[in-house]
């Protein structure tokens, strides 16, 4: 990790507060006005959504660009498979492909029906709105529907796009391209399943639940994994490092599940860092190659950490009361953390960071 982070003192653990570090004073400090929803890459940018609208993206070493992309609140946002765009939904109901020039194209609009979660493949772009799940190819101008039983969760792609995995009430419905179109294949677990994603090798699928609770399959055999005894829902998590692990949110520091192997996280205990004393961790991003995690936590405190034996935790940011709603580090090594405020902290970790 950075040499110019730093440590938390137990002190600062017992008093449940981080102060300001050197990196924030460093850093661009701004106050957008309205909660940051979520944060992904757009190549070497960051792009950041906000509950009023906006789009930002954010460059090294210059001044962000605001695109007032949607009439409503961001919902969600995915890096586009082109890297200088991002997709965006909203609750004015459009789907949007916006560049880092500041362009927008309008995909598609649902009227006063949300859009409820995007994501992006090569060749491939999908959004979701109440239980349908639609599906553009680059040169489709009408998209495929896949009906589904209860409002989609999430949407996910494998890395080559043959899988397009979709959330819902019950488990997953995992869709798989074919020569003669897409076949469903069913996932089940009972309960309702939110955000999800694919292992990096496509062995694996998770799912966020509604309970405190992560659930996983091995897509080969249908083997369930369940990975439980969070004290709050698990509303972040990122694949880190090689191996990899799964970080996550949803306790007072990041809980990284391992998922190297043929049987990834099954009977094995997870490990932890980045420990947070009383806060909960709210949103964790990880740094491309480098098995460590960066853990935003609900009193605006950021807190970097590598998966080992060694407690090494050093602090991005300081404590400032309000959540950590957005993060992202970009693979140069730039950092923004978006808070429920509207306040965004956007830095340049030092040489070889991570």
């Known amino acids: 990790m950075p040499s110019d982070l730093i440590p938390p003192t137990p002190q600062r653990i017992r008093r449940g507060y981080f102060e300001e570090s050197v990196l924030q004073r460093k850093g661009v400090n701004l106050d957008a006005g309205s ?37 409503g609140a961001i919902l969600c946002l995915a890096s586009d498979y082109e890297t200088n765009y991002v997709l965006t939904g909203g609750d004015d109901g459009r789907f949007l492909r916006v560049s880092t020039k500041g362009g927008i194209e309008e995909i598609t609009s649902f009227g006063t029906r949300w859009v409820d979660s995007v994501a992006a493949g090569p060749e491939w772009r999908a959004c979701s709105s109440g239980g349908v799940a639609y599906l553009w190819g680059t040169e489709d101008t009408d998209p495929k529907s896949f009906e589904h039983p209860s409002t989609v969760g999430g949407l996910a792609f494998n890395t080559d796009a043959t899988r397009l995995a979709v959330s819902h009430y019950g488990g997953v419905t995992v ?23 694919f292992s990096p090798n496509g062995k694996f699928l998770v799912t966020a639940m509604q309970e405190n609770a992560l659930h996983g399959w091995r897509i080969r055999d249908k083997a369930d994994m369940r990975m439980s005894g969070y004290p709050a829902k698990v509303k972040s998590f990122a694949w880190v490092g090689d191996e990899p692990f799964l970080a996550t949110s949803g306790a007072n520091e990041a809980i990284c599940w391992p998922f190297d192997g043929k049987d990834g996280p ?21 740094f491309p190659g480098v098995p460590g995690v960066f853990a935003g936590f609900a009193d605006g405190a950021v807190l970097a950490e590598q998966i080992t034996s060694e407690p090494t935790s050093m602090v991005i940011k300081g404590s400032s009361g309000s959540a950590v709603s957005a993060l992202a580090i970009s693979p140069a090594g730039w950092l923004l953390a978006g808070e429920e405020s509207g306040r965004v902290l956007w830095c340049k970790l030092s040489e070889g960071a991570g």
């Open 35 to 71: 909660p940051a929803t979520g944060a992904v890459l757009a190549g070497e940018y960051v792009a950041a959504g906000f509950g009023d609208g906006t789009l930002r993206f954010f460059p090294p070493e210059k001044p962000p660009l605001t695109v007032h992309a949607h009439h």
């Open 175 to 197: 869709w798989e391209r074919r020569k003669r179109g897409w076949k469903a294949k069913r996932l089940i677990w009972k309960g309702s399943h939110g955000a999800l994603a």
């Open 266 to 286: 099954m009977g094995r205990a997870p490990q932890t860092c980045a420990y947070g004393g009383k806060q909960l961790c709210t949103t964790v991003a990880g």
